[in-house]
C-alpha cells in the first residue's frame, strides 16, 4: 500500500503562486508515475500535471489550460512530488489531488489507471 499527503493548499489573489507538495509512504517502490488531479465544485476531476517516477529520464505532462504556468518536480529522497503554481487565475480553484500508479510507463492523463490517491488540498484564488 502507498499513502499520499497532499499539502501547500490556500487561498491566493490572482497572480500570486503556491506550491503543493505530495509525500508519499508505504511501498514507495512499487509507484512507477505520479500525477495531480483537481476538481472544482459541480466537475469532474481532471488532470493537471503527471510526472515519471521509476523509469528513466524525467518525463512530464501538462494539461493545456496550465502549461506555462505550472512545474511539477520530484524528488526520490523525499519521496515526494511538488507542484509549483504561478500566475494562478481565479478558475485554477480547486481540490487539488495527487494519485500514483504502480503499473503504467507512461504519463496517465485519466484518473482510472491510478491506484492511490491523496485526500486533496483546497486552492482557492480570488480575483
Known amino acids: 500500500q502507498v499513502q499520499l499527503v497532499e499539502s501547500g493548499g490556500g487561498l491566493v489573489q490572482a497572480g500570486g503562486s503556491l506550491r503543493l507538495s505530495c509525500a508519499a509512504s508505504?511501498?514507495?517502490?512499487?509507484?512507477?508515475?505520479m500525477g495531480w488531479f483537481r476538481q472544482a465544485p459541480g466537475k469532474e476531476r481532471e488532470f493537471v500535471s503527471g510526472i515519471n517516477w521509476s523509469w528513466s529520464g524525467t518525463g512530464t505532462s501538462y494539461a493545456a489550460s496550465v502549461k506555462g504556468r505550472f512545474t511539477i518536480s520530484r524528488d526520490h529522497a523525499k519521496n515526494t512530488v511538488y507542484l509549483q503554481m504561478n500566475s494562478l487565475k481565479p478558475e485554477d480553484t480547486a481540490v487539488y489531488y495527487c494519485?500514483?500508479?504502480?503499473?503504467?510507463?507512461?504519463?496517465?492523463?485519466?484518473?482510472?489507471?491510478?491506484?492511490?490517491w491523496g485526500q486533496g488540498t483546497q486552492v482557492t484564488v480570488s480575483s
Open positions: 508505504g511501498r514507495t517502490s512499487s509507484i512507477n508515475g
Open positions: 494519485a500514483a500508479d504502480r503499473t503504467y510507463t507512461r504519463i496517465l492523463t485519466t484518473t482510472g489507471g491510478y491506484d492511490y
